[in-house]
């Protein structure tokens, strides 16, 4: 295979946490959870992407956390996956997210690059009454992983196998509990541009 045919098989998937929000007092409000990912194919014999589980719940609530709706929808063979509107109210809420990313071609893929799920920016409404000190331990409560769906970390050379090899993937929002006490905000907080890239190229050595 010549170097440019190589250079044709990629998949590059981004994830995208578009908002998520932290609830005030009232509980009025909800922020909404998504996920964009996106593969781009250039082979017919290449085909990397996302498909609901074989079984079991695609998303889990716990504590007093809601979804807008409790199970993940999109089309098979999707690139594009959108997670339902989620809402956060106290320390101990947690939503987790799980699907699949399958690679239903003859060709074995491995993940040849990644980023880590980072925040663009939050955003605090202007009434917000917290000093800096609880600000910084309010951001530090809210944990936000892209992970295996065993709670193993996603890692430069992990393989999937042609035809039909699969691995299940989560996303897991938390607003942490801690044993001292947590200084709850008193307005909505934004966390926005949330972000992770995974890319999938051909494992030559299979």
Same mark, same amino acid.
């Given at each position: 295979?010549?170097?440019? %045919?190589?250079?044709?098989?990629? +998949?590059?998937?981004?994830?995208?946490?578009?908002?998520?929000?932290?609830?005030?007092?009232?509980?009025?409000?909800?922020? &909404? !959870? =998504? /996920?964009?990912?996106?593969?781009?194919?250039? =082979? /017919?014999?290449?085909?990397?992407?996302?498909?609901?589980?074989? +079984?079991? +719940?695609?998303?889990?609530?716990? %504590?007093?956390? +809601? $979804? %807008?709706?409790?199970? *993940?929808?999109?089309?098979? /063979? =999707?690139?594009?996956?959108?997670?339902?509107?989620? *809402?956060?109210? &106290?320390?101990?809420?947690?939503?987790?997210?799980?699907?699949?990313?399958?690679?239903?071609?003859? !060709?074995?893929? #491995?993940?040849?690059?990644?980023?880590?799920?980072?925040?663009?920016? !939050? !955003?605090?409404?202007?009434? @917000?009454?917290?000093?800096?000190? =609880?600000?910084?331990? *309010?951001?530090?409560?809210?944990?936000?992983?892209?992970?295996?769906?065993?709670?193993?970390? #996603?890692?430069?050379?992990?393989?999937?196998?042609?035809?039909?090899?699969?691995? @299940?993937?989560?996303?897991? #929002? %938390?607003?942490?509990?801690?044993?001292?006490?947590?200084?709850?905000?008193?307005?909505? $907080?934004?966390?926005?541009?949330?972000?992770?890239?995974?890319?999938?190229?051909?494992?030559?050595?299979?």
């Amino acid at each position: 295979m010549s170097k440019k %045919e190589k250079n044709t098989l990629l +998949s590059i998937l981004i994830v995208g946490v578009v908002i998520v929000t932290i609830i005030f007092a009232t509980f009025t409000r909800k922020p &909404a !959870i =998504s /996920n964009n990912m996106l593969s781009e194919n250039n =082979s /017919n014999n290449w085909d990397v992407s996302f498909n609901l589980l074989d +079984s079991g +719940s695609s998303i889990t609530i716990l %504590e007093y956390a +809601s $979804v %807008e709706q409790d199970y *993940l929808t999109f089309n098979p /063979n =999707s690139t594009i996956i959108t997670l339902p509107h989620a *809402l956060l109210k &106290a320390p101990g809420d947690k939503v987790i997210y799980k699907w699949n990313v399958k690679n239903k071609g003859d !060709i074995n893929a #491995i993940l040849t690059g990644k980023t880590d799920i980072k925040v663009g920016n !939050i !955003i605090w409404n202007s009434a @917000e009454t917290l000093d800096d000190i =609880s600000r910084k331990n *309010l951001i530090n409560d809210i944990e936000i992983k892209f992970t295996y769906a065993d709670g193993t970390d #996603i890692k430069i050379g992990d393989k999937l196998e042609k035809n039909n090899g699969t691995r @299940e993937l989560m996303v897991t #929002i %938390e607003y942490v509990r801690r044993d001292e006490p947590q200084v709850l905000p008193s307005h909505s $907080v934004h966390f926005n541009n949330i972000t992770a890239v995974l890319i999938y190229g051909q494992d030559y050595n299979n």
